[in-house]
Nanobody
Framework: QVQLVESGGGLVQAGGSLRLSCAASGRTSSGYAMGWFRQGPGTEGEFVAAISWSGGVTYYAESVKGRFTISRDNAKNTLYLQMNSLKPEDTAVYYC????????????????????WGQGTQVTVSS
């Protein structure tokens, strides 16, 4: 089992920045691919970004490409999402997710491919 806890959400003005963190605990000795998803008010869950076990390969949704950066520190068992140039439409609850991965350079885009989820952290961007 792996437990995930997000932090770093909050209220920010449009154009501002936030950095989300996701701390992993439990059976983290194995390799895990990880990702960020979000769910805005009245919307379905949306993929945001994914990163391979090694951290060397990343993938972003078109809506955040160039503004968000996903990264990880495996020594600290922590995943990050640096969010810059935030827009009101980025307002959502952000969730981190993890799944075991045999391959160091593989990432996953679908929520159905992830086994473990955090409780979410609220990000609100005011106009």
């Amino acid at each position: 089992q792996v437990q995930l806890v997000e932090s770093g959400g909050g209220l920010v003005q449009a154009g501002g920045s936030l950095r989300l963190s996701c701390a992993a605990s439990g059976r983290t000795s194995s390799g895990y691919a990880m990702g960020w998803f979000r769910q805005g008010p009245g919307t379905e869950g949306e993929f945001v970004a994914a990163i391979s076990w090694s951290g060397g390969v990343t993938y972003y949704a078109e809506s955040v490409k160039g503004r968000f950066t996903i990264s990880r520190d495996n020594a600290k068992n922590t995943l990050y999402l640096q969010m810059n140039s935030l827009k009101p439409e980025d307002t959502a609850v952000y969730y981190c997710a993890a799944r075991p991965s045999t391959y160091r350079s593989t990432y996953y885009l679908s929520e159905y491919e992830y086994d473990y989820w955090g409780q979410g952290t609220q990000v609100t961007v005011s106009s």
